[in-house]
């Protein structure tokens, strides 16, 4: 059963905190995973894919890196803004895989 | 710029099917940059891949979700510009927000696009 864990499930922050999520595979595969932002009552949003490609738009204190079966979402200098749910994705064969999801929420 | 636009009724009974149709604007389904499938969230829960396609040539390629597959049909108009998803034999698991998206066919199908959404309630 190919699945994605984060760590952790929740994280309480401050405004200007930098925050890590950590996503593990239960297997190893190429190197591209990807990144999601949802904000409550909103369709998720891509940050990151490939790892650490930023998607277009996106502020760079968003960045990604990782490989292999390890990967790290950072926010640095959190925002307002950026109190929401974060979900990583891969892709096995064919089919899609999201992780469990990490809501970060206001200290 | 592509926008996606989920449209289907809002309620469905228990045994019965589940029809959604997404229109896609600004972009081709043809464009074989890209799959593009439904992913859906149950209310206060995570994101669940439910199916994708992409047009080979005149032919439309599927793939679904191993839990869904028996009970799930992906289909495409190009003519229309829109895809389809019909689940049958629904029961309130199947209860859910709805998301069309457009897929990254090239990065591991992340989907840099998505619908609004459109919410499903399985109830008799």
């Known amino acids: 059963d190919i699945h994605l864990t984060q760590s952790p499930s929740f994280v309480s922050a401050s405004v200007g905190d930098r925050v890590t999520i950590t996503c593990r595979a239960s297997?190893?595969?190429?190197?591209?995973l990807a990144w999601y932002q949802q904000r409550p009552g909103k369709a998720p949003k891509l940050l990151i894919h490939a790892a650490f490609t930023l998607q277009d738009g996106v502020p760079s204190r968003f960045s990604g890196s990782g490989s292999g079966t390890e990967f790290t979402l950072t926010i640095s200098n959190l925002q307002p803004e950026d109190f929401a749910t974060y979900y990583c994705?891969?892709?096995?064969?064919?089919?899609?895989?999201f992780g469990p999801g990490t809501t970060v929420d206001s200290k | 710029q592509v926008q996606l636009q989920e449209s289907g009724p809002g309620l469905v009974k228990p045994s019965e099917t589940l029809s959604l149709t997404c229109t896609v604007s600004?972009?081709?389904?043809?464009?074989?940059?890209?799959?593009w499938g439904w992913i859906r969230q149950p209310p206060g829960k995570g994101l669940e891949w439910v199916g994708s396609?992409?047009?080979?040539?005149?032919?439309?390629?599927?793939y679904y979700n191993p839990s869904l597959k028996s009970r799930l049909a992906i289909s495409a108009d190009s003519s229309k510009a829109q895809l389809s998803l019909k689940l049958t034999s629904v029961t309130a698991t199947d209860t859910a927000m709805y998301y069309c998206?457009?897929?990254?066919?090239?990065?591991?199908?992340?989907?840099?696009?998505w619908g609004q959404g459109t919410l499903v309630t399985v109830s008799s």
């Open positions: 396609m992409y047009y080979r040539g005149v032919t439309v390629i599927t």
């Open positions: 600004g972009d081709s389904i043809r464009n074989n940059n890209y799959y």
């Open positions: 994705q891969r892709l096995y064969d064919y089919e899609v895989i």
């Open positions: 297997q190893e595969t190429n190197n591209y």
């Open positions: 998206g457009r897929l990254l066919r090239y990065s591991a199908a992340a989907v840099d696009s």
